[in-house]
């Protein structure tokens, strides 16, 4: 079975600051990795995924995260935050092979408050 | 435009008056999955549909039931909520396979009283 932790569950950073929100996983198996953001009374959506290759993953809004495979971690992260950035961020995993349930197991959730 | 959509948004219900809760998506997805969303616990999955009539639960299935009689629609039904039914609700769909991005509906805030 797959787990995933996220040890802060709020982080208050500055506007323009660097930020990082920690994201580390359990698993037997090869998995894959998700961030997705959750803004105010909205769904979640796909920030970026780790699939295989590069470590360092790209995605939207300037965010980007690295796999570690040796400390199983996923961590994303952002060199200068915006206001709007202010939301909740999940990671989730998935396994990569057997049993294709699309079935995601997602952390709970680290609330990323950015303040003027 | 592509989506998926949820109906209501809100609901305020009492204990035992049953309910559904409409999904719809667009994008001709063929997996679909409920999930509730409680603070301190993220994101748990209810049931998931891998197409139509094909349903499982997930992992926290108590209380709910699902149908998927067509490949659009997912509808969650509480037949009997109670308080600790009270939650955001969320669907979500997509392609059939373990990389795909999954696609959320807004959300559905229930109270049940």
């Known amino acids: 079975a797959q787990s995933v932790t996220q040890l802060d569950s709020q982080v208050p950073v500055f506007e323009e600051a660097p930020v990082e929100l920690r994201c580390n996983y359990s698993?037997?198996?090869?998995?894959?990795l998700f961030w997705y953001v959750q803004y105010p009374n909205q769904g979640l959506q796909l920030l970026l995924k780790y699939l295989s290759g590069s470590t360092l993953v790209k995605g939207i809004n300037g965010f980007e995260a690295e796999f570690n495979k040796s400390q199983t971690s996923f961590h994303l992260r952002k060199p200068s935050v915006h206001i709007s950035d202010t939301a909740e961020y999940f990671c989730?995993?998935?396994?990569?092979?057997?049993?294709?349930?699309?079935?995601?197991?997602f952390g709970t959730g680290t609330l990323l408050a950015v303040q003027p | 435009e592509a989506q998926v959509t949820q109906n209501p948004r809100y609901l305020i219900t009492v204990t035992g008056k049953k309910l559904t809760v409409t999904c719809s998506q667009n994008m001709n997805h063929e997996y679909m999955s409920w999930y509730r969303q409680d603070p301190g616990l993220g994101l748990r999955q209810i049931y998931y549909?891998?197409?139509?009539?094909?349903?499982d639960k997930g992992d926290v299935p108590e209380g709910y039931k699902v149908s998927r009689k067509e490949k659009r629609n997912f509808p969650l039904i509480l037949e009997s909520p109670s308080p600790n039914q009270t939650s955001l609700y969320f669907c979500?769909?997509?392609?059939?396979?373990?990389?795909?991005?999954?696609?959320f509906g807004p959300g559905t805030r229930l109270l049940v009283l």
């Open positions: 549909s891998m197409n139509v009539e094909v349903t």
């Open positions: 698993s037997s198996v090869s998995v894959y």
């Open positions: 979500a769909s997509s392609f059939i396979g373990l990389q795909e991005t999954q696609y």
């Open positions: 989730a995993v998935s396994r990569a092979y057997g049993g294709a349930t699309n079935k995601l197991i």
